[in-house]
């Protein structure tokens, strides 16, 4: 599948109808979830024939990803059982399977090498100090191929130094640098949108 046919699958998914601020929750773009995905199968073959878990998934963006680039299994993981009836009604109009857990990525127990890849657009922290480091810990833990993940640009001494220190990851690479189109959802948003420089990251466990 080319680039361009996956982003503009992505862009007809359904996103949040309420997002919950406590949360983050932000829509991952079609922009963005297409080239984390199409990267991590094109350049390093994380994706097709491989079983690909989704940290956060809200309305399952990079899931179904995944799964259209031929991923084996994939597994979408969130807190909020709002955002995973959406992302079971955007599987079910791609004609897609994806299994859908309903856990706190902190409490979860998945049994070691049943992930090859973990890909996430996680909290980055701001209403929640760490949060983005718990699901970077959690990824590391499960996936037994790579982690690809975002994070402010601005945090990317702290990242690498917590994932190769703190976690024991073997790698932790910025693959590029994308900016993060937040639209206006939440009351205290005082612009339209703004951009957010992120780094797309991938992190190969120890």
Not at 25 to 53: C, M, W
Not at 86 to 115: F, P, Q, T, Y
Not at 120 to 148: E, I
Request: with cysteine; hydrophobic share 40%.
């Amino acid at each position: 599948m080319k680039l361009k046919q996956l982003e503009s699958l992505l862009g007809n998914l359904q996103q949040f109808s309420n997002p919950k601020v406590d949360l983050e929750q932000y829509p991952t773009g079609p922009h963005i979830a297409s080239r984390l995905l199409f990267t991590a199968e094109n350049t390093f073959g994380d994706v097709n024939g491989k079983v690909v878990a989704d940290f956060g998934c809200g309305c399952g963006t990079l899931g179904l990803a995944g799964a259209l680039l031929g991923a084996d299994n994939v597994i979408g993981i969130d807190i909020d059982s709002q955002s995973l009836e959406i992302a079971s009604l955007n599987a079910e109009d791609l004609e897609l399977d994806m299994n859908l857990i309903w856990c706190d990525i902190k409490n979860l127990k998945l049994r070691g090498g049943l992930v090859d890849t973990v890909v996430m657009n996680p909290p980055f922290g701001t209403r929640k100090k760490g949060s983005d480091m718990d699901f970077l810990f959690m990824g590391l833990k499960v996936a037994s191929q790579a982690v690809y993940s975002l994070h402010k640009t601005t945090t990317r001494d702290h990242v690498r130094r917590t994932a190769l220190r703190d976690f024991s990851a073997k790698s932790a690479e910025v693959l590029c640098e994308l900016r993060f189109d937040v639209p206006h959802l939440y009351k205290f948003h005082k612009k339209k949108e703004v951009d957010i420089a992120v780094d797309l990251w991938r992190f190969v466990p120890s």
